[in-house]
Protein backbone atom coordinates (compact mmCIF):
# COMPACT_ATOMS: atom_id res chain seq x y z
CA UNK A 1 0.00 0.00 0.00
CA UNK A 2 1.35 3.69 -0.64
CA UNK A 3 2.67 5.18 2.40
CA UNK A 4 1.70 9.05 1.68
CA UNK A 5 -1.34 10.82 0.56
CA UNK A 6 -2.12 14.59 0.56
CA UNK A 7 -5.98 15.99 -0.17
CA UNK A 8 -5.99 19.85 -1.49
CA UNK A 9 -9.50 22.11 -0.55
CA UNK A 10 -10.46 25.55 -1.18
CA UNK A 11 -11.48 27.48 -4.12
CA UNK A 12 -9.64 30.17 -6.51
CA UNK A 13 -11.54 33.18 -4.80
CA UNK A 14 -12.21 31.76 -1.62
CA UNK A 15 -10.46 32.97 2.09
CA UNK A 16 -7.47 29.93 1.31
CA UNK A 17 -6.22 26.89 -0.12
CA UNK A 18 -5.37 24.38 1.77
CA UNK A 19 -3.90 20.63 1.73
CA UNK A 20 -3.05 17.93 4.48
CA UNK A 21 0.02 15.60 4.15
CA UNK A 22 -0.30 11.77 5.56
CA UNK A 23 2.57 9.79 6.02
CA UNK A 24 5.98 12.34 6.16
CA UNK A 25 8.50 10.43 8.47
CA UNK A 26 9.14 12.45 11.56
CA UNK A 27 12.87 13.96 11.92
CA UNK A 28 12.68 15.94 8.23
CA UNK A 29 14.50 19.22 8.61
CA UNK A 30 12.48 21.43 6.43
CA UNK A 31 13.68 24.46 5.12
CA UNK A 32 10.75 27.33 4.70
CA UNK A 33 13.24 29.93 2.48
CA UNK A 34 13.64 26.76 -0.18
CA UNK A 35 9.99 26.03 0.13
CA UNK A 36 8.39 29.39 -0.76
CA UNK A 37 10.55 29.74 -3.47
CA UNK A 38 9.22 26.87 -4.72
CA UNK A 39 5.68 28.52 -4.42
CA UNK A 40 7.45 31.59 -6.20
CA UNK A 41 8.43 29.84 -8.98
CA UNK A 42 4.77 28.47 -9.76
CA UNK A 43 3.89 32.17 -10.19
CA UNK A 44 6.12 33.35 -12.66
CA UNK A 45 6.63 33.01 -16.01
CA UNK A 46 6.08 35.30 -19.30
CA UNK A 47 2.65 34.88 -20.17
CA UNK A 48 0.99 34.98 -17.19
CA UNK A 49 -1.81 36.63 -16.45
CA UNK A 50 -3.29 39.54 -13.64
CA UNK A 51 -3.95 37.43 -10.92
CA UNK A 52 -0.06 36.62 -10.20
CA UNK A 53 0.05 40.67 -9.71
CA UNK A 54 -2.25 40.24 -6.83
CA UNK A 55 -1.46 36.89 -5.21
CA UNK A 56 1.76 36.75 -3.34
CA UNK A 57 1.90 32.79 -2.58
CA UNK A 58 3.00 31.66 0.58
CA UNK A 59 2.85 28.75 2.27
CA UNK A 60 1.89 28.36 6.23
CA UNK A 61 2.59 25.37 7.58
CA UNK A 62 -0.05 25.03 10.80
CA UNK A 63 0.54 21.30 12.18
CA UNK A 64 2.63 18.48 12.09
CA UNK A 65 6.10 20.70 12.16
CA UNK A 66 8.36 21.83 15.21
CA UNK A 67 10.98 23.75 15.23
CA UNK A 68 11.48 23.14 11.39
CA UNK A 69 11.28 19.70 11.79
CA UNK A 70 8.78 17.36 10.63
CA UNK A 71 7.36 15.11 13.99
CA UNK A 72 5.50 12.28 12.31
CA UNK A 73 1.55 13.89 12.11
CA UNK A 74 -0.54 15.18 9.18
CA UNK A 75 1.21 18.21 7.15
CA UNK A 76 -1.15 21.05 7.27
CA UNK A 77 -0.50 23.96 4.78
CA UNK A 78 -2.63 26.66 3.95
CA UNK A 79 -2.04 29.64 1.01
CA UNK A 80 -4.20 32.72 1.49
CA UNK A 81 -5.81 34.26 -0.96
CA UNK A 82 -5.38 37.99 -1.07
CA UNK A 83 -8.04 38.36 -4.19
CA UNK A 84 -10.30 36.84 -1.77
CA UNK A 85 -10.75 40.52 -0.18
CA UNK A 86 -12.35 41.78 -3.61
CA UNK A 87 -14.71 38.63 -3.62
CA UNK A 88 -15.87 38.05 -0.38
CA UNK A 89 -20.06 39.08 -0.75
CA UNK A 90 -19.73 36.92 -4.15
CA UNK A 91 -17.99 33.73 -2.30
CA UNK A 92 -19.60 34.22 0.89
CA UNK A 93 -19.93 30.82 2.84
CA UNK A 94 -23.17 31.48 4.56
CA UNK A 95 -26.10 33.64 3.69
CA UNK A 96 -28.05 35.16 0.71
CA UNK A 97 -26.57 35.66 -2.31
CA UNK A 98 -26.34 39.52 -2.95
CA UNK A 99 -29.15 40.78 -5.18
CA UNK A 100 -26.37 42.39 -7.92
CA UNK A 101 -24.65 38.64 -8.28
CA UNK A 102 -23.95 37.65 -11.93
CA UNK A 103 -24.07 34.31 -12.76
CA UNK A 104 -22.25 32.65 -15.03
CA UNK A 105 -23.72 30.66 -17.85
CA UNK A 106 -21.73 31.04 -20.53
CA UNK A 107 -20.04 28.05 -20.35
CA UNK A 108 -16.23 27.93 -21.54
CA UNK A 109 -15.05 24.65 -24.46
CA UNK A 110 -12.60 23.09 -22.93
CA UNK A 111 -13.42 23.55 -19.29
CA UNK A 112 -15.07 21.32 -16.42
CA UNK A 113 -18.31 23.93 -16.57
CA UNK A 114 -20.48 22.21 -18.84
CA UNK A 115 -20.08 18.50 -17.40
CA UNK A 116 -19.43 19.90 -14.04
CA UNK A 117 -22.93 21.80 -13.85
CA UNK A 118 -24.85 18.41 -14.99
CA UNK A 119 -22.40 16.32 -12.25
CA UNK A 120 -23.21 18.32 -9.24
CA UNK A 121 -26.94 19.84 -10.25
CA UNK A 122 -25.44 23.27 -10.21
CA UNK A 123 -27.23 26.73 -12.27
CA UNK A 124 -24.25 28.77 -11.45
CA UNK A 125 -20.95 27.74 -13.30
CA UNK A 126 -19.06 29.23 -10.67
CA UNK A 127 -19.82 26.54 -7.87
CA UNK A 128 -17.83 24.45 -10.53
CA UNK A 129 -14.98 27.12 -12.08
CA UNK A 130 -13.84 28.07 -8.51
CA UNK A 131 -12.53 24.63 -7.93
CA UNK A 132 -11.85 22.97 -11.14
CA UNK A 133 -8.93 26.27 -11.52
CA UNK A 134 -5.61 25.70 -11.93
CA UNK A 135 -5.41 27.84 -8.77
CA UNK A 136 -5.27 24.35 -7.01
CA UNK A 137 -2.43 23.68 -8.24
CA UNK A 138 -0.43 26.18 -5.85
CA UNK A 139 -1.22 23.30 -3.23
CA UNK A 140 0.55 20.82 -5.18
CA UNK A 141 3.23 23.09 -5.32
CA UNK A 142 3.23 22.99 -1.13
CA UNK A 143 2.97 19.40 -1.12
CA UNK A 144 5.83 18.45 -3.28
CA UNK A 145 7.86 21.07 -1.67
CA UNK A 146 7.96 19.17 1.66
CA UNK A 147 8.38 15.94 -0.60
CA UNK A 148 11.35 17.63 -1.95
CA UNK A 149 12.79 18.36 1.24
CA UNK A 150 12.46 14.91 2.23
CA UNK A 151 13.99 13.48 -1.08
CA UNK A 152 17.01 15.61 -1.00
CA UNK A 153 17.97 13.70 2.76
CA UNK A 154 17.79 10.61 0.70
CA UNK A 155 20.14 12.03 -2.12
CA UNK A 156 17.48 12.34 -4.66
CA UNK A 157 16.69 15.57 -6.67
CA UNK A 158 13.70 16.20 -9.02
CA UNK A 159 14.11 19.74 -11.35
CA UNK A 160 11.60 20.31 -14.27
CA UNK A 161 12.57 22.43 -17.76
CA UNK A 162 10.17 23.86 -20.79
CA UNK A 163 11.32 21.61 -23.92
CA UNK A 164 7.95 23.30 -26.76
CA UNK A 165 5.90 26.48 -26.19
CA UNK A 166 3.03 26.94 -28.78
CA UNK A 167 5.43 24.61 -31.68
CA UNK A 168 8.63 26.36 -31.11
CA UNK A 169 11.12 24.01 -29.59
CA UNK A 170 14.68 23.81 -27.62
CA UNK A 171 17.97 22.65 -29.89
CA UNK A 172 18.47 19.06 -27.18
CA UNK A 173 21.73 19.47 -28.77
CA UNK A 174 21.96 22.55 -26.53
CA UNK A 175 20.82 21.40 -23.17
CA UNK A 176 21.67 18.46 -20.95
CA UNK A 177 19.70 16.14 -18.27
CA UNK A 178 22.65 17.11 -16.21
CA UNK A 179 21.88 21.26 -16.73
CA UNK A 180 18.60 20.95 -15.45
CA UNK A 181 18.62 22.34 -12.02
CA UNK A 182 15.85 24.32 -10.77
CA UNK A 183 17.42 27.42 -11.58
CA UNK A 184 14.97 28.81 -13.66
CA UNK A 185 14.42 31.69 -16.43
CA UNK A 186 11.19 33.35 -17.40
CA UNK A 187 9.57 30.41 -19.28
CA UNK A 188 12.01 27.78 -17.07
CA UNK A 189 13.39 26.92 -20.51
CA UNK A 190 17.63 26.34 -20.87
CA UNK A 191 17.80 27.12 -24.64
CA UNK A 192 17.74 30.78 -24.66
CA UNK A 193 17.66 30.90 -28.74
CA UNK A 194 14.34 28.67 -28.29
CA UNK A 195 12.85 30.93 -25.51
CA UNK A 196 13.15 34.35 -27.35
CA UNK A 197 11.65 32.50 -29.94
CA UNK A 198 8.53 30.79 -27.64
CA UNK A 199 8.01 34.95 -26.01
CA UNK A 200 7.71 35.61 -29.49
CA UNK A 201 5.11 33.21 -29.84
CA UNK A 202 3.40 34.14 -26.69
CA UNK A 203 3.22 37.94 -27.49
CA UNK A 204 2.12 37.35 -30.98
CA UNK A 205 -1.06 34.80 -28.92
CA UNK A 206 -2.11 37.86 -26.28
CA UNK A 207 -2.65 40.51 -29.08
CA UNK A 208 -4.80 38.56 -30.97
CA UNK A 209 -6.86 37.06 -27.61
CA UNK A 210 -5.39 33.82 -27.70
CA UNK A 211 -3.51 31.20 -25.74
CA UNK A 212 -0.92 28.48 -25.90
CA UNK A 213 0.09 25.33 -24.46
CA UNK A 214 3.27 23.60 -24.66
CA UNK A 215 5.72 20.78 -23.13
CA UNK A 216 7.63 20.05 -20.19
CA UNK A 217 9.84 17.90 -18.66
CA UNK A 218 10.94 16.52 -15.29
CA UNK A 219 13.92 14.68 -14.49
CA UNK A 220 14.64 12.32 -11.27
CA UNK A 221 18.32 12.13 -10.25
CA UNK A 222 19.60 9.38 -7.85
CA UNK A 223 16.57 7.60 -7.88
CA UNK A 224 17.37 3.72 -6.56
CA UNK A 225 16.49 1.15 -8.56
CA UNK A 226 13.67 -1.14 -7.79
CA UNK A 227 10.93 1.41 -6.86
CA UNK A 228 7.61 1.24 -8.08
CA UNK A 229 6.37 -2.97 -9.34
CA UNK A 230 5.99 -5.42 -11.74
CA UNK A 231 3.76 -7.28 -9.64
CA UNK A 232 0.52 -4.99 -9.79
CA UNK A 233 -1.01 -2.57 -11.94
CA UNK A 234 -1.32 0.20 -9.39
CA UNK A 235 2.10 -0.10 -8.12
CA UNK A 236 3.95 0.46 -11.55
CA UNK A 237 5.94 3.49 -11.26
CA UNK A 238 5.42 4.62 -14.71
CA UNK A 239 1.75 4.38 -14.07
CA UNK A 240 1.63 6.48 -10.60
CA UNK A 241 3.66 8.90 -12.42
CA UNK A 242 1.74 9.02 -15.82
CA UNK A 243 -2.00 9.17 -13.98
CA UNK A 244 -0.35 12.34 -11.23
CA UNK A 245 0.76 13.72 -14.18
CA UNK A 246 -2.41 13.79 -16.12
CA UNK A 247 -4.24 15.03 -13.01
CA UNK A 248 -2.69 18.56 -13.58
CA UNK A 249 -4.81 20.99 -14.92
CA UNK A 250 -4.56 21.56 -18.58
CA UNK A 251 -2.54 18.60 -19.23
CA UNK A 252 -3.68 16.07 -21.89
CA UNK A 253 -0.10 14.04 -22.80
CA UNK A 254 2.20 12.01 -20.42
CA UNK A 255 5.51 10.05 -21.14
CA UNK A 256 8.19 8.45 -19.73
CA UNK A 257 11.50 8.28 -21.80
CA UNK A 258 11.41 8.39 -25.21
CA UNK A 259 7.95 7.81 -25.13
CA UNK A 260 5.79 8.37 -28.23
CA UNK A 261 8.91 8.54 -30.35
CA UNK A 262 9.03 4.48 -29.27
CA UNK A 263 6.23 4.18 -32.39
CA UNK A 264 8.72 5.18 -34.77
CA UNK A 265 11.47 2.95 -33.61
CA UNK A 266 13.01 -0.80 -34.45
CA UNK A 267 13.70 -2.87 -31.33
CA UNK A 268 17.12 -2.83 -31.95
CA UNK A 269 17.01 1.24 -31.35
CA UNK A 270 14.51 1.32 -28.79
CA UNK A 271 16.41 -0.51 -25.76
CA UNK A 272 18.76 0.24 -23.19
CA UNK A 273 21.49 -2.24 -24.04
CA UNK A 274 23.20 -3.26 -20.72
CA UNK A 275 26.73 -3.70 -19.82
CA UNK A 276 29.59 -4.77 -17.04
CA UNK A 277 32.41 -2.48 -16.82
CA UNK A 278 34.96 -1.96 -14.29
CA UNK A 279 33.23 -3.72 -11.83
CA UNK A 280 29.71 -1.88 -12.46
CA UNK A 281 26.47 -2.67 -14.20
CA UNK A 282 26.30 0.60 -16.75
CA UNK A 283 24.34 1.30 -19.52
CA UNK A 284 25.08 3.87 -22.34
CA UNK A 285 21.65 5.10 -23.39
CA UNK A 286 18.56 5.71 -21.83
CA UNK A 287 15.42 5.53 -23.66
CA UNK A 288 13.61 4.13 -21.23
CA UNK A 289 13.40 7.19 -19.08
CA UNK A 290 15.03 5.22 -16.14
CA UNK A 291 11.97 2.77 -15.70
CA UNK A 292 11.72 -0.74 -16.81
CA UNK A 293 8.74 -3.16 -16.04
CA UNK A 294 7.14 -0.66 -14.13
CA UNK A 295 10.08 0.00 -11.55
CA UNK A 296 13.26 2.56 -11.47
CA UNK A 297 15.97 0.88 -13.22
CA UNK A 298 19.16 3.31 -11.43
CA UNK A 299 19.24 5.77 -14.59
CA UNK A 300 17.70 9.18 -14.44
CA UNK A 301 14.19 9.22 -14.53
CA UNK A 302 12.19 11.85 -17.11
CA UNK A 303 8.75 12.39 -17.35
CA UNK A 304 7.21 14.94 -20.20
CA UNK A 305 3.58 16.13 -19.92
CA UNK A 306 2.32 18.27 -23.13
CA UNK A 307 -0.36 20.94 -21.94
CA UNK A 308 -2.97 22.52 -24.15
CA UNK A 309 -3.83 26.02 -24.52
CA UNK A 310 -5.75 27.59 -21.64
CA UNK A 311 -9.51 27.57 -22.66
CA UNK A 312 -10.02 30.72 -21.39
CA UNK A 313 -9.89 33.01 -24.33
CA UNK A 314 -10.06 37.40 -24.62
CA UNK A 315 -11.68 36.24 -28.22
CA UNK A 316 -14.12 33.63 -26.50
CA UNK A 317 -15.38 30.58 -28.78
CA UNK A 318 -18.85 29.74 -29.33
CA UNK A 319 -20.93 28.24 -26.94
CA UNK A 320 -24.25 27.90 -25.17
CA UNK A 321 -26.29 29.66 -21.85
CA UNK A 322 -26.65 26.87 -19.75
CA UNK A 323 -30.15 28.08 -18.72
CA UNK A 324 -31.45 28.87 -22.05
CA UNK A 325 -29.69 26.97 -24.30
CA UNK A 326 -29.34 29.80 -26.27
CA UNK A 327 -25.95 29.93 -28.56
CA UNK A 328 -23.25 32.84 -26.90
CA UNK A 329 -19.83 33.39 -26.52
CA UNK A 330 -18.15 31.42 -23.83
CA UNK A 331 -17.44 33.75 -20.76
CA UNK A 332 -14.24 35.63 -19.90
CA UNK A 333 -12.49 34.97 -16.84
CA UNK A 334 -8.92 36.60 -15.68
CA UNK A 335 -6.78 34.10 -17.14
CA UNK A 336 -2.91 33.47 -18.45
CA UNK A 337 -2.20 33.34 -21.94
CA UNK A 338 0.60 30.76 -21.06
CA UNK A 339 1.36 28.77 -18.21
CA UNK A 340 3.37 25.70 -19.36
CA UNK A 341 6.31 27.17 -17.36
CA UNK A 342 3.79 27.50 -14.17
CA UNK A 343 3.20 24.03 -14.69
CA UNK A 344 6.56 22.12 -15.06
CA UNK A 345 6.59 23.45 -11.50
CA UNK A 346 3.62 21.40 -10.47
CA UNK A 347 4.97 18.63 -12.20
CA UNK A 348 8.06 18.91 -10.38
CA UNK A 349 5.96 18.40 -7.32
CA UNK A 350 3.80 15.92 -8.35
CA UNK A 351 6.77 13.94 -9.89
CA UNK A 352 8.74 14.13 -5.87
CA UNK A 353 5.09 13.25 -4.17
CA UNK A 354 4.73 10.44 -6.51
CA UNK A 355 8.76 9.25 -5.81
CA UNK A 356 8.87 9.67 -1.99
CA UNK A 357 5.60 7.66 -1.88
CA UNK A 358 6.87 5.02 -3.83
CA UNK A 359 10.43 5.09 -1.88
CA UNK A 360 8.55 4.93 1.87
CA UNK A 361 6.98 1.92 0.18
CA UNK A 362 9.83 0.36 -0.69
CA UNK A 363 12.27 1.13 2.53
CA UNK A 364 9.03 2.21 5.27
CA UNK A 365 10.17 3.55 8.59
CA UNK A 366 8.77 6.27 10.41
CA UNK A 367 11.41 8.55 10.81
CA UNK A 368 13.78 10.06 8.34
CA UNK A 369 17.05 8.02 10.28
CA UNK A 370 14.75 4.46 10.05
CA UNK A 371 14.39 5.16 6.32
CA UNK A 372 18.01 6.78 5.98
CA UNK A 373 19.17 3.27 7.27
CA UNK A 374 17.00 0.77 5.18
CA UNK A 375 18.39 2.87 2.37
CA UNK A 376 21.73 1.97 2.53
CA UNK A 377 21.59 -1.59 3.76
CA UNK A 378 19.99 -1.46 0.64
CA UNK A 379 22.86 0.27 -1.22
CA UNK A 380 25.34 -1.76 -0.21
CA UNK A 381 23.60 -5.02 -1.35
CA UNK A 382 23.14 -3.09 -4.62
CA UNK A 383 26.61 -2.27 -4.76
CA UNK A 384 27.94 -5.59 -4.09
CA UNK A 385 25.88 -6.72 -7.35
CA UNK A 386 27.68 -3.55 -9.28
CA UNK A 387 24.84 -1.34 -9.19
CA UNK A 388 25.56 2.52 -8.35
Not at 34 to 63: C, F, L, P, W
Not at 104 to 122: F, M, Q, S, W
Not at 194 to 208: G, L, P, S, V, Y
Not at 378 to 383: D, I
Request: hydrophobic share 40%.
Amino acid sequence: MARLRFLTAGESHGKCLSAIIEGMPSGIPLDEGEMNHDMARRQMGYGRGGRMKIEHDTMEIVSGVRFGETIGGPITIIVKNRDHGNWGAKMATFGEPPDDLARVTAARPGHADLAGIEKYDRSDIRDILERSSARETAMRVAVGAVAKQFLSRCGITVASHVTNIGGVSIDRAKVKVSDINGTSSELNCYDKDAEERMKEKIRAAKEAGDTLGGVFEVVARGVPVGLGSHAEYDRRLDARLAGAMMSIQAIKGVEIGDGFLYADMLGSEAHDEIYYEDGRVTRRTNHAGGIEGGMSNGETLVVRAAMKPIPTLMQPLHSIDVATREPVLASKERSDVCAVSAASVVGEAMTAFVIADALLEKFGGDTLGDVLSSIASYKERLKRNGFK
